[in-house]
């Protein structure tokens, strides 16, 4: 049973940095286009970018140039390093492969204010 364990989030200013991860496990991860998501309040739950096996990474709108989408293939681990966070990128970010059809795990709370 594959397993997908978010961190890294936290509170953080507007026009601040964080680096998420995602741990996982159970699953041959080298195969995956791997992929995170958001979750706002009252929203549904959005793509903010994917990654395919060999590393080229498509992006939202919303974040391209200031998100970056990263893979270790060895450490079987993703990350989204982020930064000119703004207060509308407050939300609950989860990783999954592309299709979605992985486990979902509990994601990790990224909150932007002052």
């Known amino acids: 049973q594959a397993k997908l364990v978010e961190s890294g989030g936290g509170l953080v200013q507007p026009g601040g940095s964080l680096r998420l991860s995602c741990e996982t496990s159970?699953?041959?991860?080298?195969?995956?286009?791997m992929a995170w998501y958001r979750q706002a309040p009252g929203k549904e739950r959005e793509l903010v970018a994917s990654?395919?096996?060999?590393?080229?990474?498509n992006y939202a709108d919303f974040v391209k140039g200031r998100f970056t989408i990263s893979r270790d293939n060895d450490k079987n681990t993703m990350y989204l390093e982020m930064n000119s966070l703004k207060a509308e990128d407050t939300a609950i970010y989860y990783c999954?492969?592309?299709?979605?059809?992985?486990?979902w795990g509990q994601g990790t709370q990224v909150t932007v204010s002052s």
């Open positions: 990654i395919f096996t060999h590393g080229s990474a």
């Open positions: 999954n492969a592309k299709s979605g059809k992985l486990p």
């Open positions: 159970g699953m041959i991860f080298s195969i995956h286009t």
